[in-house]
């Protein structure tokens, strides 16, 4: 049995809530710092693996997402020149009972908010942390006020933490989203996430994404990849030319583009790909994306928040060395889809004409036969590199 702790997290994020409720939970005193005034998530939605699922069953709120989400069971996306599929993952390939849950950001926050006041975390808004004393165990504020000090400081600040030395190089392409009301006549799959290609220069996506809460109406997620460089000239363009080309790739998502009728309805996010180590430095540990940071082409990044917040909550459980046997449980993991994300993401966005010509006539074959079916299904439930297993947790499905 560990001694209580005091323990300083900064950012209410996926991975600062839930390593917060963990640690209150085990009975140690725990303060989440944001720099929002307001508790409240900003961005798309997002999908919810097996891991990640696993991880929000053992905190007692797996149900509450499963309730407020959208069980997807197949990722599916065809190439609009060819009108040929090239990517079709079907979870049920790995097990019968294996999905994904598509949610809004806003209510998978909302759960792990009130589970983390429950718990008794006490989270302080409107503090921005520029700096943090890692020997000292206290974080800086932009008043320069010294906050702490703890036994352990936790870094939750997402990709653009200010604590994570090297600045990341941001990927050509991002993308544009918009959460919408699931249309009342749509041809989109309930349960699929659903996208469409021209080689790996335009892409559009299409994700339910449940209800912000209950009795909210039911909505999806729509993507439209686009080049950092293009945001601007998208910004100054008349909406009109953005919505025939994405209709063009895309017809049946006329009934979608009908709804936005403003730019500021599309949010633009930039991707980045980082890796952080080592991943704590003295009384300081890096988690989720602080610690390793990609684009969202293989859906994992708050599904690894998740996990690193259930390693960090067990090796402070062990009483050991904390450092050592939290990266010890999460370094395989994180190395693995790391290194698949950076592989991936050129394939679906990017302005290569070698690597979506791959995709569609070799690698889109070759996945529709065994043993590549289950292998896919496990690459995107986040299961190669058995993440559970090293924390002595089984999924649960
Ligand atoms: C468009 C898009 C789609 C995505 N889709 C998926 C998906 O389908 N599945 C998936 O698993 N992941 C997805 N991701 C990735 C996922 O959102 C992140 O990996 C995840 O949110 C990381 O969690 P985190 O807790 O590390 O950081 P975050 O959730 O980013 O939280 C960081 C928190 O820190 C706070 N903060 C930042 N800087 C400071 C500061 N200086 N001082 C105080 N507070 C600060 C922020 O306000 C925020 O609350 C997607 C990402 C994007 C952009």
């Not at 994992?300 to 690193?308: R, S």
Request: net charge neutral; charged share 20%.
């Amino acid at each position: 049995m560990s001694a209580k702790l005091s323990i300083g997290i900064a950012g209410a994020g996926v991975g600062g809530l839930a390593s917060g409720i963990l640690l209150a939970r085990a009975g140690h005193r725990v303060t989440v710092f944001d720099q929002f005034e307001a508790a409240g998530p900003v961005g798309s939605g997002l999908m919810l693996q097996e891991t990640g699922l696993t991880i929000l069953g053992a905190l007692g709120l797996r149900a509450g997402a499963e309730a407020l989400g959208s069980p997807i069971t197949r990722l599916w996306g065809v190439s609009s020149e060819t009108g040929r599929a090239v990517l079709d993952v079907r979870y049920g390939a790995l097990r019968k009972s294996l999905i994904g849950i598509g949610i809004q950001r806003a209510a998978l926050f909302d759960l792990l908010f009130e589970a983390a006041k429950a718990a008794g975390v006490q989270v302080v808004l409107g503090t921005r942390i520029v700096s943090a004393d890692s020997e000292a165990g206290v974080f800086r504020d932009t008043e320069g006020s010294a906050l702490g000090p703890y036994d352990l400081l936790i870094d939750c600040m997402g990709v653009r933490s200010p604590l994570a030395s090297k600045p990341s190089k941001e990927l050509p392409y991002g993308a544009l989203w918009a959460t919408l009301p699931w249309p009342e006549s749509s041809v989109f799959d309930d349960a699929a996430l659903e996208q469409r290609y021209e080689a790996a220069r335009k892409m559009a996506g299409v994700m339910p994404s449940g209800r912000a809460a209950p009795g909210a109406p039911v909505s999806l997620t729509y993507f439209w990849s686009i080049r950092g460089d293009a945001y601007e000239a998208f910004r100054t363009a008349p909406l009109a030319d953005w919505k025939r080309e994405a209709s063009a790739l895309w017809p049946e998502t006329a009934v979608l583009l009908d709804q936005i009728t403003e730019h500021d309805q599309l949010t633009f996010a930039r991707y980045r790909h980082r890796t952080h180590w080592p991943a704590t430095e003295g009384r300081l540990i890096r988690l989720g994306d602080s610690w390793h940071a990609t684009s969202p082409q293989l859906g994992q990044g708050a599904n690894m928040a998740l996990l690193d917040a259930f390693a960090l909550a067990r090796a402070v459980e062990a009483g050991g060395e904390i450092a050592a046997d939290y990266t010890r449980m999460r370094a395989l993991h994180v190395r693995l889809f790391q290194g698949m994300s950076h592989m991936f993401t050129p394939v679906y966005q990017s302005d290569s004409a070698v690597l979506p010509w791959l995709r569609d006539w070799l690698a889109a074959p070759v996945s529709k036969i065994w043993p590549a079916l289950p292998l896919l299904a496990a690459l995107v439930s986040g299961g190669i590199g058995a993440p559970l297993a090293k924390l002595g947790l089984r999924a649960e499905r």
